[in-house]
Each structure stands twice: as C-alpha cells, then as structure tokens.
C-alpha cells in the first residue's frame, strides 16, 4: 500500500541530545514538509523540500535540520538549541507544486524531551 | 504571517445533531481544505475547495468556499460517535506552497 510512514510513533530523548524523526513515502511525491503540533494550536511549518537536495525554512526553522538526500525520504533532526521540543511531529508529502493533490499526513511522532 | 481564525474552538453536541464551523482569513485564498484529526493521528484530507462559491460534499459532510475567498465553512450532518476529533481548515493562497492552518475545533459527540 501506498502511503507516509513515520518512526518511530513514540521518542524520548535526554535535554541536550540530537534527535532524528524519520519519514518516508513511496507515493512518488515531489514535496515533503514537517510541521509541530502542540496542544490547542494548529499544525505549524519547520522545513519544506519541493525537490531532492532541495529545502526551505518553514515558520519556525530554528533549532531543527533537514536532508533531502532521497525523493521517498525526508529526515528532521531536533538539535539541542530547539528550547522547546517536545510536541507532536508530522510529516507531509505532496505530489505537484501547484494545484496537483494536496499534503497527505504522515501518523505522527510524539517526541518528549525530559 | 497569513492567519486563519478558526471557531469554535470546541463543541460538544448530541448524536444526530448537525454541526457547523468556520474558518475566516485576513487575505484571500484560493484553495481551502478541510482535514480531521483523530488523537494520536496524522490529518486526514477530508474536502478540497477550489473556486469561490464552490459547494462539495463528502457523504454527511459538507464544505464551502466563500464568496469573499476569506472565509470557509464546514457542516456535518446528523453526528455520529465516530465524528469525534478535530477539525482542521486550511488554506493557499496565490502561488504559495505552504498551507496555512487554523487552530482547529475539537468536536465531541454524546450518546
């Protein structure tokens, strides 16, 4: 089946660890994105790539890092400059840049930092 | 940024009651989609709107996009417990890649 995988569902990391979300699609789609969530808020854009070796800053880029090394794969590191990272991380994959299909979600990670 | 202001934040209603939220933005759109989420879970795409007036359905669910394209609405007919969650808009405008969401309305539905 076709479709955004994400993992692991849970993480728990030490303050001051590096950590890295995977996401991978095989849905053939060109665009990738990670967004936060936290509790009573919308979903909130950290990175973006349209195309392989390619990525823009989202809304809130700082403390986070991405790689576009592979069409189907899209890694976010959460650094230890991140002040906040415990939240809800999602991936998203879109097939065009205009208005061919729309963002697909990933399951989710939920990351807690002690 | 663009902002979406989405309401209510929050509604409780009784199964087989109807449902209406809304989303409202300082600047046009051109698309507006509409996503629920279920705890846990990632969004799940539910309507896409993308011409001004337009009205779509997706079973007992119903979106429309705004004459103004500022503003969308979302209507869920005769509830059932499994439309418990949250229900997110979003929105692009222009040549924009990224969506803009709202906040969401978390809808509960008692027996």
């Known amino acids: 089946d076709g479709g955004i995988t994400q993992s692991p569902k849970y993480l728990f990391r030490k303050e001051g660890q590096n950590v890295t979300l995977s996401c991978e699609q095989n849905l053939n789609h060109d665009a990738m994105y990670w967004y936060r969530q936290d509790p009573g808020q919308g979903l909130r854009l950290i990175y973006y790539?349209?195309?392989?070796?390619?990525?823009q800053k989202g809304d809130i880029a700082e403390g986070y890092s991405v790689s576009r090394e592979k069409k189907e794969s899209f890694p976010l590191t959460v650094t230890s400059a991140q002040k906040n990272p415990t939240a809800f991380y999602l991936c998203?994959?879109?097939?065009?840049?205009?208005?061919?299909?729309?963002?697909?979600f990933g399951p989710g990670t939920r990351l807690t930092v002690t | 940024g663009q902002q979406l202001n989405q309401s209510p934040q929050s509604m409780f209603i009784q199964e087989g009651e109807d449902v209406s939220m809304n989303c409202t933005s300082s600047s046009i759109f051109n698309t507006w989609l509409w996503y629920k989420q279920e705890p846990g879970e990632g969004p799940v795409l539910l309507i896409a709107l993308y011409k001004a007036g337009e009205l779509t359905s997706n079973g007992r669910l119903t979106a429309q996009f705004g004459i103004t394209r500022k503003d969308s609405f979302l209507n869920i007919s005769a509830s059932i417990p499994s439309d418990v969650g949250i229900y997110f808009c979003a929105g692009r405008s222009g040549s924009a890649r990224q969506l803009t969401f709202g906040s969401g309305t978390q809808l509960t539905v008692l027996p």
């Open positions: 998203a994959s879109r097939k065009g840049h205009a208005v061919e299909g729309e963002q697909y």
């Open positions: 790539s349209q195309i392989v070796n390619d990525f």
